[in-house]
């Protein structure tokens, strides 16, 4: 199994900045597809990011070129580095993990872009 912690969410205003990290343990954190989801206030929780084994990165067009997620494998981390956040971005993000046929979620950080 997969286990996971969240970091680094907060409020942030409109165009600024925000890294979000996520620590995983209790598997080969190198196995794992890694991903970044958000749901906000009535919505469905949706993919932001994603990067895979070997380092390819997916994004969402709504935040292409401004999000980078990445990953060190060394510490067992994955972040979503957030730039030029807009107010829609506002939700709650969420670290997944993927490992064959099994999903693991971390419990999920706040980020609120205020205007």
């Known amino acids: 199994q997969v286990q996971l912690v969240e970091s680094g969410g907060g409020l942030v205003q409109t165009g600024g900045s925000l890294r979000l990290s996520c620590t995983a343990s209790?598997?080969?954190?190198?196995?794992?597809?890694m991903g970044w989801y958000r749901q906000g206030p009535g919505k469905q929780r949706d993919v932001v990011a994603s990067?895979?084994?070997?380092?390819?990165?997916y994004y969402a067009d709504s935040v292409k070129g401004r999000f980078t997620i990445s990953r060190d494998n060394a510490k067992n981390t994955v972040y979503l580095q957030m730039n030029s956040l807009k107010p829609e971005d506002t939700a709650v993000y969420y670290c997944?993990?993927?490992?064959?046929?099994?999903?693991?979620w971390g419990q999920g950080t706040q980020v609120t872009v205020s205007s």
């Open positions: 209790g598997s080969t954190f190198s196995s794992n597809t």
């Open positions: 990067i895979d084994t070997a380092g390819a990165t």
């Open positions: 997944n993990a993927k490992l064959f046929a099994m999903n693991f």
